[in-house]
C-alpha cells in the first residue's frame, strides 16, 4: 500500500514538474516606445551602474532614454516553450511607483485582463503621464493552451520634459577600446592598430621625465610600412597633432579639430545643409584605426592609447551568422559592424565628412540595423527628421514611403503613420503627374511651392537615378558613372518606378489606419502608373524597359527597379531577368540593394548570390581586400574617388542575407506572421539568429548527402510562420510527420507555429 502510494505520489510530482515547465513564463524583452533599456543611465556617455530612481540625487552628467508621449506604446515578447503558443490576452498595469503596481491600486492604468493577440504596440490608456517624472509598469498573458503567465519583471522608465509624440531615443554612448596590435617601425616609432576603424575619441597615457612633446598621427589607412598613411586619398581620413607632455605619468585626452561643415551650424546653415551635430557630451570625433606616435624613443615607449568610440546603444550578440561560405561570413560581418560604427550621431547618416541624413542612405542602414539589433527607435528618430528635412533628389523624397512602410512592418507601431499621413501624401509627388500617368520634374510642376508640400528648402526636386551618375570609370560596363550610361528624359523610368511604389505602400499603409478610401484611391492609381508604365516604357521588341519616353537606350537601373518593385508582368519576367543579368553590378552600392532585392524576388538565387559573394572589383568583398572595416561609400576609389570609408549605405548584404538567402520577412506588422523562405543558391548550409519585436528567430538549412534541403527553424511564441520549402516530388515532413500544404511553381507552402521544427 505505501509503495503504491508514493510511486502516485511520484506520477503527481512528475505531472505537475513536466506542466509547470511547459506553461507560459514571465514576458520578456518590455520595450516602452520602442525602447527596451528604459531604466539604463549613462553619464556622460559611458553606462552607469546607477538606478533611474536616483537619477535626482546622482551626481555628474547624466542621459537616459526620455519617453516622448503622455500615451507610450508598449511591446513585448510572450514566454512560452510550449509548440504552437499565441497570446490570447494580456493585463498591464502602470504606476508611479513600483508598490502601486497591483490591480487594486495601480494609479496610473490597469488595463484589466483583454483579449487580444496583439504584443506589440499596445497604446497604454487611463491617465496621461506627466512631463519629467518616473513610472512604471508590467505585463502579464494568457495563451491558448490555457495557461497564465506570471507578471513579468517591473520595468521603470522616465518621460522627457517635452511629451509631443516624438520617437524617443537613446542618448549616445562610448565604449573604451585597446588596440588589437603593436609595432615599432623605428626607436622613435611606435604604430598601434585598433583591428577596426570606428569614429571616436582618442587618449593616451604617456609617462616623461620632463616637460616634452610628441606627435600623434590618426588615421584610417595603413601604409606598406606599418604606419599610419599620410595621404589616403580621397575623404579617407587622417589627423596630425602634437602632443604636450607633463613630468612624470599622465593620461591625456587628444582634442581633436572639429569639421565646420558638420559641427558648426552658422556654416550649414549658410550651405542650407542639415548635419546632425551631437550633443555636448560626445565632443569632436573623428574616424580612425590606426595611431602612430613619434617622439624620444624612452617616451613613445610608455605610451598606451585608448579609443572612446561613439556609438548608439547596440548588441553585439543579438544577431549571428554563419555559412559554408566563408566569403559571405565575412561579408555579413561587415556589415553588421558596420550599423553600429556608423551609428554614432544617433541618426542615420551619410557618413562622418558631411553627417547628412538622406533617404537613400536610410533605407538600407534601416534594413540592415533591424537584421541585426533589436532596436527601432533609431529609424524612427532618422525617418521624422527626413520628413522635414528632405533631400533634393526626386526618387529619395519618394523613399520616405518605403521608410514608413520597413518601419510599421518590423515594429507593428502604427503611430508614424498616423501622425505624419498627410506629408506622406505628399511626398508621393501625385502633384507631378502628367496626363500620361507619369510624372515629370521637367513640365513646369516642379516649383518652390511644391518643394514647400514636402518641407524641402530648395526650389526644385532634381531627378538623380545613382549617384555617381557619371564622370568615373569602372568596369563590367561600357559607360561611366554609376547609372549604367542611363539616357536622363524628361520622364525617367528610376523616378516613376520609385513613384509607383510610394503610391503602392501609401495604399496599403492607409488602409492600416483606417482611411480606407484613401486606401482604394491610392491603389487605383498605383494599378494605373504600373499599367502605363509597362505601356509606355516597356520595349516589346528587346524585352526590357527604355530609360524614358524619348530614348531606346535601356539601363540596368529602368529594368531592376521595376523588378524590385513587383512591376513586371510575368509574361516579360525572363526577358527582363535576363538583361538585368547581362549588365552584372552595373550600379552603385546603394543601387545593389534593389538590384538584388528583385534578383531575390524573381527566384534568381544562384545569380544573386554570385554577386553577393563576389570577388571582384566590383563587390562587398573588395572593400575588405581595400582594407575598410566598415562599408564604403563606393565599389573602389576609381568609382568614386573621394569616397569615405565609413558609409553605411554600402551595408546592404546586412539585410540581404536575412531577407534574401534566408529569406525571412514579415507578412503581417510587428512580425505578427512571417515568411520563411530560404533561397540558397549555392551556399550548401548557412544558419542564421535574427532580432525581432517578437523575440528571436533562428533558422538553419542544409543540404543532404542526396541533394535535398533539412531546414530547421525556432519561431517565437505568439507568431505564425508561412514556410516556403523546396518542392522536388517528394513527400515533405515537418517534425518526421507528412507535413500539409500547398504547391506552388517548385515551393511546398506551409503554416507553422512557434517552437522548433525540422522540415526535410
Known amino acids: 500500500m505505501e509503495k503504491r502510494l508514493f510511486q502516485a505520489t511520484a506520477i503527481l510530482s512528475l505531472f505537475i514538474y513536466s506542466t509547470s515547465i511547459l506553461q507560459a513564463q514571465c514576458p520578456t524583452g518590455l520595450m516602452t516606445d520602442l525602447i527596451e533599456h528604459t531604466e539604463q543611465l549613462f553619464n556622460d556617455g559611458y553606462v552607469s551602474s546607477a538606478a533611474l530612481t536616483t537619477l535626482d540625487k546622482a551626481k555628474g552628467h547624466y542621459q537616459v532614454a526620455l519617453i516622448r508621449s503622455s500615451r507610450p506604446r508598449f511591446s513585448w515578447i510572450v514566454g512560452s516553450n510550449r509548440p504552437n503558443t499565441l497570446q490570447t490576452a494580456y493585463h498591464i498595469l502602470v504606476a508611479t511607483s513600483p508598490d502601486k503596481l497591483r490591480p487594486e491600486t495601480a494609479d496610473i492604468w490597469d488595463s484589466q485582463k483583454i483579449e487580444s493577440r496583439h504584443s506589440t504596440s499596445i497604446t497604454m490608456g487611463g491617465k496621461e503621464l506627466s512631463p519629467s517624472t518616473i513610472y512604471y509598469w508590467k505585463v502579464k498573458t494568457w495563451d491558448n493552451h490555457g495557461y497564465e503567465s506570471p507578471w513579468s519583471a517591473t520595468k521603470s522608465f522616465m518621460t522627457a520634459g517635452k511629451t509631443d509624440g516624438t520617437a524617443s531615443y537613446y542618448p549616445l554612448q562610448f565604449t573604451d577600446e585597446r588596440p588589437a596590435n603593436t609595432n615599432n617601425p623605428a626607436s622613435h616609432i611606435r604604430c598601434f592598430d585598433f583591428g577596426r576603424d570606428a569614429i571616436g575619441q582618442l587618449r593616451l597615457t604617456a609617462m616623461s621625465e620632463h616637460a616634452d612633446t610628441i606627435i600623434v598621427r590618426i588615421g584610417e589607412v595603413c601604409s606598406a610600412n606599418g604606419r599610419v598613411e599620410q595621404n589616403p586619398g580621397g575623404s579617407r581620413r587622417y589627423a596630425e597633432y602634437k602632443l604636450a607632455l607633463m613630468p612624470g605619468l599622465h593620461t591625456y585626452d587628444l582634442k581633436m579639430k572639429p569639421d565646420a561643415r558638420n559641427s558648426d551650424p552658422a556654416t550649414a546653415a549658410r550651405n542650407r545643409l542639415y548635419p546632425i551635430f551631437l550633443p555636448d557630451y560626445a565632443g ?90 533589436r532596436e527601432f527607435s533609431m529609424a524612427r528618430r532618422t525617418i521624422e527628421h527626413l520628413i522635414f528635412h528632405p533631400t533634393w533628389p526626386t526618387e529619395w523624397c519618394l523613399q520616405t514611403l518605403i521608410l514608413a512602410w520597413n518601419d510599421y512592418m518590423y515594429s507593428g507601431d502604427k503611430r508614424l503613420l498616423e501622425r505624419y499621413y498627410s506629408d506622406m501624401k505628399a511626398k508621393t509627388l501625385l502633384a507631378l503627374r502628367e496626363s500620361n500617368g507619369l510624372i515629370s520634374t521637367k513640365t513646369g510642376k516642379n516649383t518652390p511651392e511644391l518643394c514647400q508640400t514636402i518641407h524641402y528648402n530648395g526650389n526644385a526636386l532634381k531627378d538623380i537615378v545613382d549617384w555617381p551618375q557619371s564622370g568615373f570609370v569602372g568596369d563590367e560596363k561600357e559607360y561611366g558613372g554609376e547609372a549604367d550610361g542611363v539616357k536622363m528624359d524628361t520622364f525617367n523610368a528610376t523616378v516613376n518606378a520609385f513613384h509607383y511604389q510610394a503610391g503602392n505602400l501609401l495604399a496599403k499603409l492607409a488602409k492600416f489606419i483606417g482611411k480606407d478610401p484613401d486606401a482604394r484611391h491610392y491603389a487605383d492609381e498605383a494599378a494605373y502608373i504600373r499599367k502605363q508604365f509597362n505601356r509606355l516604357l516597356f520595349d516589346k521588341k528587346n524585352g526590357r524597359y527604355r530609360d524614358g519616353l524619348s530614348t531606346d537606350h535601356s ?113 503581417e506588422p510587428g512580425f505578427e506572421r512571417i515568411r520563411i523562405k530560404p533561397q540558397p543558391g549555392k551556399v550548401k548550409h548557412a544558419g542564421l539568429l535574427l532580432p525581432t519585436v517578437r523575440g528571436n528567430i533562428l533558422t538553419e538549412f542544409r543540404h543532404s548527402s542526396d541533394g535535398n534541403m533539412v531546414l530547421s527553424i525556432d519561431i517565437p511564441a505568439n507568431c505564425i510562420a508561412e514556410v516556403w520549402f523546396p518542392y522536388k516530388d517528394k513527400q515533405v515532413l515537418i517534425d518526421e510527420t507528412k507535413a500539409k500544404g500547398k504547391k506552388e511553381n517548385g515551393w511546398f507552402i506551409m503554416e507553422i507555429g512557434s517552437g522548433k521544427h525540422t522540415i526535410r
Open 284 to 373: 569632436v570625433v573623428f574616424p580612425f584605426r590606426y595611431v602612430e606616435t613619434e617622439g624620444k624613443s624612452e617616451i613613445v615607449s610608455t605610451v598606451e592609447p585608448e579609443r572612446r568610440m561613439l556609438h548608439y546603444s547596440f548588441n553585439d550578440a543579438a544577431a549571428r551568422f554563419n555559412s559554408s561560405d566563408t566569403v559571405l561570413n565575412k561579408i555579413w560581418e561587415l556589415c553588421r559592424y558596420s550599423m553600429k560604427a556608423t551609428s554614432f550621431c544617433g541618426i542615420y547618416v551619410d557618413g562622418d565628412r558631411e553627417r547628412i541624413a538622406y533617404e537613400a542612405d536610410a533605407i538600407i542602414n534601416q534594413l540592415s540595423h533591424y537584421c541585426v539589433d
Open 555 to 667: 539601363a540596368l537601373h529602368s529594368n531592376m527597379f521595376p523588378l524590385a518593385f513587383g512591376m513586371v508582368d510575368t509574361r516579360n519576367m525572363k526577358s527582363v531577368t535576363d538583361y538585368i543579368k547581362s549588365r552584372r553590378m552595373a550600379c552603385s552600392v546603394y543601387g545593389a540593394q534593389f538590384l538584388l532585392d528583385g534578383l531575390y524576388d524573381a527566384g534568381e538565387a544562384d545569380y544573386a548570390h554570385s554577386l553577393l559573394a563576389s570577388t571582384a572589383q566590383r563587390s562587398w568583398y573588395n572593400m575588405l581586400r581595400a582594407g575598410s572595416t566598415i562599408t564604403m561609400e563606393a565599389w573602389d576609389n576609381i568609382y568614386k574617388p573621394n569616397q569615405d570609408w565609413n558609409h553605411a549605405w554600402g551595408a546592404a548584404p546586412g539585410n540581404l542575407i536575412a531577407r534574401g538567402l534566408m529569406g525571412i520577412t514579415p507578412i
